[in-house]
């Protein structure tokens, strides 16, 4: 087994320092998840970067998820935010899904649905949270983040429908 050094669990994990920021640390990962979403999707990024990074983010964000449990003693430690950045770029791909809206109008959705679904946890976000180690900590974001994903999706349906 590859040992990876401590310094670079808690870079990747806290999303580069973002997860020790003062207050709502997982609501700054997941707005500077969606400024990177609006970059790739006007720079041209494909559909299946986004979901590609989304994949590598949950495949790495298990392991490092229980790393820092076990350093931090406690369940879904305050500073990994690294799946904030799992869930709202799965939440994110309604930009690149809405047709005929503004993309920063679908990552704004995006990005208030998952705030939403990861804060209040609906079934089975809750049920899922109970996973052990870091299955838990990134799957529930996996699920509030195709939870918001289809309310993003609506959302700017909604929203066409209304502007004609």
Do not use: H
């Not at 298990?62 to 799992?86: H, N, S, T």
């Amino acid at each position: 087994m590859v040992k990876i050094p401590n310094g670079l669990m808690t870079a990747v994990g806290s999303l580069f320092g973002i997860g020790y920021l003062a207050g709502l640390s997982g609501t700054y990962a997941s707005a500077v998840t969606a400024g990177l979403l609006l970059a790739a999707f006007y720079l041209g990024a494909p559909l299946w970067a986004a979901a590609a990074a989304a994949a590598a983010a949950v495949a790495v964000g298990i392991p490092v998820a229980g790393w820092f449990e076990r350093r931090l003693g406690r369940k879904d430690p305050r500073p990994f935010v690294l799946d904030e950045l799992a869930g709202m770029l799965i939440a994110g791909l309604a930009a690149y899904l809405a047709t005929g809206v503004p993309a920063w109008a679908s990552v704004a959705a995006a990005l208030v649905w998952f705030r939403v679904c990861d804060i209040l946890k609906p079934p089975p976000v809750r049920q899922i949270e109970r996973l052990p180690g870091g299955w838990g900590v990134v799957l529930d974001d996996v699920v509030a983040g195709a939870m918001a994903l289809g309310l993003a999706l609506a959302t700017m349906w909604m929203f066409r429908l209304a502007i004609g």
